[in-house]
């Protein structure tokens, strides 16, 4: 699949310390059109990217009335991108 990343995500999630090495690896190999980065990335891998967001969201995305914060809704954005869509 196709990801497509404005440049605040591409640097969020590059520089994030909950993706492993596996992961940014494969984000590192995006290919830059303008402002935009397009990343080629195989179901499974989009699947962990997609989970560690997930978590890191629970952890850091969300102020004391459960409201997303900046760093959460970009989060969410990501767990959205990142969504594998199977078909049956």
Same mark, same amino acid.
């Given at each position: 699949?196709?990801?497509?990343?404005?440049?605040?995500?591409?640097?969020?999630?590059?520089?994030?310390?909950?993706?492993?090495?596996?992961?940014?690896?494969?984000?590192?190999?995006?290919?830059?059109?303008?402002?935009?980065?397009?990343?080629?990335?195989?179901?499974? @891998? *989009? +699947?962990?990217?997609?989970?560690?967001? %997930? &978590?890191? #969201?629970?952890?850091?995305?969300? @102020? *004391? +009335?459960?409201?997303?914060?900046?760093? %959460? &809704?970009? #989060?969410?954005?990501?767990?959205?991108?990142?969504?594998?869509?199977?078909?049956?």
């Amino acid at each position: 699949m196709q990801v497509r990343l404005g440049p605040k995500l591409f640097e969020y999630v590059l520089k994030g310390n909950f993706l492993g090495q596996r992961q940014r690896t494969l984000l590192m190999k995006a290919k830059q059109t303008g402002e935009c980065y397009f990343v080629e990335i195989g179901d499974e @891998d *989009a +699947d962990t990217i997609r989970d560690a967001c %997930g &978590e890191h #969201l629970q952890r850091v995305g969300f @102020d *004391a +009335d459960y409201n997303p914060t900046p760093e %959460g &809704e970009m #989060l969410e954005k990501l767990v959205d991108l990142f969504l594998v869509r199977r078909t049956t």
